[in-house]
């Protein structure tokens, strides 16, 4: 195995390149952010200082890869005009924030088809990637699994593949978080679906592991996150998951209750690199 790289999603409250000082307390070697309020469609521009701090302190802590996250309100399966076309508006503006601050990869959440069907909500998830080959850069669009909401696209990976293999560029891949493909109805603490999830996606084009634990039961279709451990998946799911070759060696995001408090993230991650070491 190589060099673990893991980390947390981390505020960027105050400066964008303040998300380093706090991933770098916790003792993370990756990290995941927003590159602007999330709840909202208005972004502030960055500024030209703000751009080079951010890659100066990518440089000098090297915290890599740096994920960013896409913000909750776009929608890219939506069957409304509008929204749609907010929403791809919205992704190329974050898309030109990776680029302009050299983050690596961006987490996309595939949206509602909101009672249309899937197979016109897959439609519209692909057309809008396949949109963004000419802003893509030399970021790399990461498609998230849904948790199994209703109306959610991409909750079954069999559609999320589908979806993957109707874009035509190369600029993409996969983020599986453990919490929703758990909630989805994959128990992941059965190493045989877990075989199966991996199997699905293709490990190489698991690009990052969304690593966190489950509040509710296998196939609840709640995105509720535990702290690694005390949830429905628990220590023993994650070591099984951990146990399949290849997996450990992806890039992991924390996305836990503990992201907050430092101290107790820091005894997370030595957790997690406990768990590692199977």
């Known amino acids: 195995m190589g060099e673990v790289r893991i980390g947390y999603h981390t505020s960027i409250s105050g400066n964008l390149d303040l998300a380093f000082d706090r991933a770098r307390e916790i003792g993370c070697t990756s990290m995941q952010i927003f590159s602007s309020n999330p709840r909202g469609w ?3 521009q ?6 080079e701090r ?4 990518k440089k000098a802590y090297n915290i890599s890869p740096v994920f960013v996250h896409m913000p909750y309100l776009p929608n890219l399966a939506s069957p409304k005009d509008d929204v749609y076309s907010k929403s791809k508006e919205s992704m190329i503006e974050t898309l030109t924030r990776c680029n302009a601050i ?3 990869y961006l987490v996309v959440h595939l949206g509602s088809h909101l009672g249309t069907g899937a197979d016109a909500g897959r439609e ?3 057309a809008a990637v396949n949109e963004m080959e000419r802003h893509a850069g030399n970021v790399t669009i990461l498609l998230e699994n849904e948790a199994g909401q209703r109306n959610s696209v991409g909750s079954r990976l069999d559609e999320l593949v589908e979806i993957f293999n109707s874009i035509e560029h190369d600029r993409v891949g996969f983020c599986l978080d453990t ?5 989805a109805g994959y128990d992941i603490r059965k190493k045989e679906v877990a075989r199966e999830v991996i199997d699905t996606l293709g490990l190489e084009r698991i690009r ?13 279709g709640l995105d509720r996150h535990a702290d690694i451990g005390f949830g429905h998946i628990g220590r023993k799911g994650f070591e099984t998951l951990f146990s399949l070759p290849g997996l450990r060696d992806k890039p992991m995001i ?4 503990l992201v907050e408090t430092p101290r107790d993230a820091k005894n997370e991650l030595e957790l997690v690199m406990k768990l590692l070491e199977i």
């Open 42 to 44: 208005a972004v502030k």
């Open 46 to 51: 960055l500024g030209k200082d703000e751009v």
């Open 54 to 57: 951010f890659r100066a302190k």
């Open 102 to 104: 050299g983050a690596d």
């Open 124 to 126: 519209r998830v692909a």
């Open 179 to 183: 919490c929703h493909v758990f909630a």
């Open 208 to 220: 990052c592991i969304h690593l966190n634990d489950a509040k509710q039961p296998c196939g609840s």
């Open 254 to 257: 924390l996305e836990t209750p």
